[in-house]
């Protein structure tokens, strides 16, 4: 049963909400003086509105109004909706909007809304921790592992201690390592401001006087040490989806008929298991996506730490080269292996990843030869493919937006500036021309893992305003973080605890709040799926009656239910990802 104390505000909520057919959704951390500022109001009935007004909380004294605007028409199950722009007013305030017998939940106005937030999410990433875990003060997966698929005899013993539990199962994968760690190097590069020292380099209390997501950071880069301890040695994972047979907190799994080790594949570029009983093998077809990405997160974390421990960081650039050597050698993807069900992360692209590595590389040593390499992969794929598409497979184009785009443009000018941000540009486009259509502008597919993309997509907007001085998607890239923290269907926020006041996840699929009632800080859960990937998946049941089901919708569902892993799973890339993303806002803020 769910916790009554951490219900208690949503149940609240809802309860209010039960004889309302109209609804105004809020972002619930608040908003900018300066920045876009929209609720969005939905009508289960086909009901409309003409005006709107923005109301102090302290006084109930009407400061603003405004038209409506357009009707929007209907979306998931909503009939009717309008967004209510309120960017005009800017004066900091506690706030609430009402339009007709509709009022949203109180909301804030302050250049401080965001402050914290990247900090917060920190703490689910040191919760994941594998090996020594700072949470639970104990350790975990001390005797990983064994090898497979690789040019030593398989069942040869390997260190591979150390890193981050994948999500609420307790695989490791370095593909989404690597780039959970370049989030991380990224946000302490672009925003050290914004980041405290509270916690040392093993995640327990007390300052090291080394900012804490640069702890993180490097708690990854160790282990993605470990996973490529040799020129021509690379690891891509692990574990594998035994690990999905019982839900329990972290310690020595004997689960894989190795006593309490686990299994490490081999990088090896050929196919690899994807479910026995189904007779499948997965299409890896080389090793760049994955040695990409190290190469990347790598050169990145020798620009950051050569000052602070230069033996520490010639390492890093030493295996960065490797890396990126064993990619040009074997281009094409490594897809993950999986043995009981036929569920991988199926990566399709890799020249994303080479992109960013040569990019990275380049700024690290000035080697023209990377830029010319970079400038090669970048013109290989112009477009992330998910942008504008309605579906993709799990992980398919990982990550989810090209963030080599960025980098490179970075360090060249004019015509090759202007190709790259046109690049971004161009996917923009392509995912607003379908948000354009809908009051809450989603434009982001209700694929597994949606609330990544999301994330992910918001960065591509702002590194793209960033970029060429275009605010043309300014509201398009707010939208992406208010849908995140409440301004969505069910009027949810998608982080554990953020804010503390608000209607967040409290029933997620975690063994740590399942089994124990643990928190989980911080963890960005998976997010809202189509009705029809939701109907497809093998083994969800729903725990307690459903919260949000007069939200449900034929094109969208979200539970906050431990018993849905497709929407309610938090993830520790995703949530890197919006570490970069709130520490951006929070920066915003500061400005």
């Not at 972002?27 to 900018?32: E, R």
């Not at 020594?132 to 390997?158: A, K, Q, V, W």
């Not at 981050?164 to 050290?192: I, K």
Request: proline residues 5%; contains cysteine; hydrophobic residues 35%.
């Amino acid at each position: 049963m769910k916790r009554l104390l951490l219900l208690l505000l949503p149940v609240l909520l809802l309860s209010a909400q039960r004889d309302q057919n109209a609804f105004i959704r809020i972002n619930q951390l608040g908003y900018l003086p300066a920045g876009v500022k929209v609720a969005v109001w939905g009508s289960l009935e086909n009901n409309s509105i003409s005006s709107f007004q923005l109301i102090d909380s302290a006084t109930g004294k009407t400061v603003y109004t405004a038209s409506a605007g357009q009707p929007f028409g209907s979306y998931g199950p909503f009939q009717q909706s309008y967004r209510l722009d309120f960017s005009a007013y800017s004066t900091p305030g506690t706030y609430y909007l009402r339009s007709g017998n509709a009022q949203s939940p109180v909301f804030r106005i302050g250049q401080d809304v965001y402050n914290g937030t990247a900090d917060f999410c920190l703490r689910y990433l040191r919760q994941q921790r594998c090996g020594f875990n700072p949470f639970l003060e104990d350790s975990c997966h001390t005797r990983d592992g064994y090898t497979l698929y690789g040019p030593m005899p398989d069942s040869t013993y390997i260190d591979v201690v150390g890193g981050w539990h994948d999500a609420s199962d307790y695989l490791q994968y370095s593909t989404t390592s690597a780039n959970t760690a370049y989030h991380l190097l990224a946000a302490y590069r672009d925003f050290p401001a914004v980041f405290s020292d509270r916690h040392d380099e093993n995640g327990l209390q007390g300052r090291n006087n080394v900012a804490d997501v640069l702890d993180e950071a490097r708690w990854g880069l160790d282990w993605l040490l470990k996973m490529h301890p040799r020129e021509d040695w690379l690891f891509n994972q692990i574990a594998d989806d035994r690990d999905h047979r019982g839900m329990r907190i972290p310690a020595l799994d004997s689960f894989y008929g190795r006593g309490f080790e686990r299994p490490v594949y081999f990088c090896s570029g050929e196919p690899q298991v994807q479910g026995v009983k189904y007779n499948k093998m997965n299409r890896s077809d080389g090793v760049a996506s994955t040695a990409g990405k190290f190469a990347s997160t790598f050169a990145l974390g020798y620009s950051l730490l050569r000052e602070r421990d230069a033996d520490y960081a010639a390492t890093l650039l030493e295996r960065a080269g490797s890396a990126y050597r064993m990619g040009v050698k074997q281009p094409g993807v490594q897809q993950t292996a999986s043995v009981l069900s036929p569920y991988i992360y199926a990566e399709d692209n890799w020249t994303d990843d080479m992109e960013l590595a040569a990019a990275q590389l380049h700024s690290a040593t000035g080697k023209r030869s990377f830029l010319e390499d970079g400038r090669k992969y970048a013109a290989k794929e112009e477009i992330t493919p998910w942008l504008g598409a309605d579906t993709a497979n799990h992980y398919q184009w990982y990550p989810f937006i090209n963030i080599g785009h960025y980098e490179l443009a970075k360090q060249v000018k004019g015509k090759q500036q202007r190709e790259l941000t046109g690049y971004y540009r161009t996917g923009i486009d392509k995912v607003w021309q379908k948000a354009r259509q809908n009051a809450f502008y989603r434009g982001v597919p209700f694929i597994w893992c949606s609330n990544n993309l999301t994330t992910a997509f918001a960065i591509q907007c702002y590194w793209y305003q960033q970029l060429s001085g275009d605010d043309s998607y300014a509201a398009l890239a707010q939208a992406n973080v208010d849908w995140l923290f409440g301004c969505n269907p069910w009027g949810t926020g998608m982080v554990y605890g953020l804010p503390a006041y608000g209607d967040t996840p409290v029933d997620p699929h975690s063994a740590f709040t399942h089994l124990k009632n643990y928190p989980i800080d911080g963890g960005l859960v998976d997010g809202p799926v189509y009705g029809t990937i939701y109907n497809s998946l093998i083994g969800i049941r729903l725990a307690d009656p459903d919260e949000y089901a007069a939200f449900q919708s034929n094109l969208v569902v979200y539970h906050d239910d431990y018993g849905d892993y497709s929407t309610n799973e938090p993830t520790m890339d995703g949530t890197a990802s919006l570490v970069y993303l709130l520490a951006l806002k929070e920066n915003e803020g500061r400005k």
